[in-house]
């Protein structure tokens, strides 16, 4: 099994920054992909960007994000980041990390991102 820690949400102000990590630990595959969801209130929850494990470590972004934040790997550390600027109110919520090889994942308990304006 997996286990995931998230760090780095906190309240910013709109036009900020913030990083956030996920750390994993425990049995990781060789072949994994990991991505960050956030949920606001009352919303579901919804893929904000997912990075893969291969040689090329192709992303994707939800298209709310495409431009502002980027996910990085390092593989050394089974740590994942999301680098958020530009932050918007509408980014607000509680940031997810996953963990998914073979049909098999884990989630992280989440860190709050709060952006005022």
């Known amino acids: 099994q997996v286990q995931l820690v998230e760090s780095g949400g906190g309240l910013v102000q709109a036009g900020g920054s913030l990083r956030l990590s996920c750390a994993a630990s425990g049995t990781i595959s060789s072949i994994y992909t990991m991505a960050w969801y956030r949920q606001a209130p009352g919303k579901q929850r919804e893929l904000v960007a997912g990075?893969?494990?291969?040689?090329?470590?192709?992303?994707n972004y939800a298209d709310s994000v495409k431009g502002r934040f980027t996910i990085s790997r390092d593989s050394a550390k089974n740590t994942v980041y999301l680098q958020m600027n530009s932050l918007k109110p509408e980014d607000t919520g509680v940031y997810y990390c996953?963990?998914?090889?073979?049909?098999?994942?884990?989630w992280g308990q989440g860190t709050q991102v709060t952006v005022s304006s």
């Open positions: 996953k963990y998914l090889s073979y049909g098999a994942g884990s």
């Open positions: 990075i893969s494990q291969n040689s090329g470590s192709s992303t």
